[in-house]
């Protein structure tokens, strides 16, 4: 899910629109923009889109040539967008006066909205806390103002973006929302043209749209228990699991080995345990939890904190794909229910540069050890396939990217 990340909270990096692609649309632009608008006609009429509707919302509009993650002829590539989850090391990203902000907001809308909450968690199993802390992190409780025009974003990533299918779907969703009567003046977006209090694109708002405040339809934009019980149905429609944590903090042994931390290596809590994994704080697991299939979560490789994430963090993460999103949203959720923060503070280690762990990528593909996607980011499987890479050269096995590991794969 593409998804434009807060706000106040976190600086997001700016992508400046290249001199060759100024805002100024030449008129052969502009016409070949019209024209493709018009052949999403039929796509959008099969939603039940009046031709009026249609032409309303596409009259005189023009391409955003300056939105991240186009695909332009005679522009330069662009990184994806530079979404700070992707560009900070966990210690920044996690910052300790952001949590203790958010959550004193949160146990204040926890109280506000306490019957709302509860009525959410009866009938999606999802708690209240953990929807406050998604809507803390996509919109600062609704603080943050999303920049962009939907119909706008949407219509130029279906043109010239790099996913332009997906978001001709979406592109058409949008349209159907219009047809259905949310006001133009409420279809503010990220600029992947995510909507709303929780951050919905368009296909999602009529999945998971929840009408909580019977109020006659579901309103993302200002509602606020239409937005949370919405969020709450798609965790649930995920797999969430009520009752069950989104993750433990542990202490990992000494002999821990980094380089198996990756979704598809799980066992049962217990035996995590058995293996010389601590939870941090002591208590004790009853039966059910200790035989929770876990994986192992090590953000920093072999320093900072690490986790034991059964489904739940999974199903967060199906929200939003970055490991440091549900560690935010996780931790938060339990900051507006009275939890302390981490057990094992972060480390103070560097995060190379986008390019830096492309080349890193890539020569851990040319080895047979890493088979995802070359995009720069240093997530759970480039981790492990460096740590795999670091045990058979005879080097520190930390699964962290560093200059000295990147040399001595150059040479």
Request: with cysteine; glycine share 8%; charged share 25%.
């Amino acid at each position: 899910m593409i998804r434009l990340l807060v706000v106040s909270v976190v600086a997001i990096a700016v992508l400046a629109c290249p001199l060759s692609w100024s805002l100024s649309v030449p008129a052969q632009a502009e016409a070949g923009f019209d024209r493709f608008l018009q052949s999403l006609w039929p796509r959008v009429q099969q939603l039940g889109v009046t031709r009026a509707t249609f032409e309303a919302a596409t009259r005189g509009l023009q391409p955003d040539y300056s939105l991240p993650d186009l695909d332009l002829p005679g522009r330069p590539a662009t990184l994806p967008p530079g979404q700070p989850e992707f560009v900070q090391t966990p210690g920044q990203y996690l910052r300790e006066k952001t949590f203790d902000r958010l959550a004193a907001r949160g146990q204040q809308l926890a109280v506000q909205y306490r019957d709302t909450l509860k009525r959410i968690e009866r009938e999606f199993g999802v708690p209240g806390n953990v929807v406050l802390a998604i809507w803390a992190r996509e919109t600062d409780y609704g603080g943050y103002k999303l920049p962009h025009d939907a119909i706008r974003v949407l219509a130029t990533q279906a043109y010239v973006g790099k996913r332009k299918d997906f978001f001709q779907n979406e592109f058409a969703y949008a349209l159907k929302m219009l047809q259905d009567g949310t006001p133009r003046a409420d279809m503010r977006s990220s600029w992947g043209g995510a909507l709303g209090l929780t951050q919905f694109l368009p296909s999602e708002y009529y999945k998971y749209g929840v009408d909580f405040d019977r109020s006659g339809r579901a309103d993302i934009f200002r509602s606020v228990p239409d937005a949370l019980a919405s969020a709450a149905k798609q965790l649930a429609a995920k797999g969430w699991r009520n009752g069950e944590r989104w993750a433990y903090e542990v202490t990992a042994p000494r002999n821990a080995d980094c380089s198996i931390g990756t979704p598809d290596v799980t066992m049962p809590i217990g035996e995590w345990l058995r293996r010389g994994f601590a939870l941090t704080g002591g208590g004790r697991l009853d039966a059910r939890q200790l035989a929770l299939p876990a994986s192992l979560l090590q953000p920093e490789g072999s320093y900072g904190p690490s986790f034991l994430t059964p489904k739940n963090y999974y199903v967060i993460k199906e929200y939003n794909y970055s490991d440091l999103y549900v560690l935010f949203v996780g931790h938060l959720s339990d900051r507006i229910a009275g939890a302390s923060s981490f057990a094992t503070p972060w480390s103070k280690a560097r995060q190379l540069k986008t390019r830096e762990v492309e080349a890193m990528q890539k020569r851990l593909t040319a080895l047979g050890l890493y088979k995802d996607k070359i995009d720069g980011k240093a997530g759970m499987l480039t981790r492990a396939a460096l740590g795999k890479y670091q045990k058979a050269n005879g080097l520190k096995v930390d699964c962290w990217p560093t200059e000295a590991v990147l040399d001595h794969m150059r040479r």
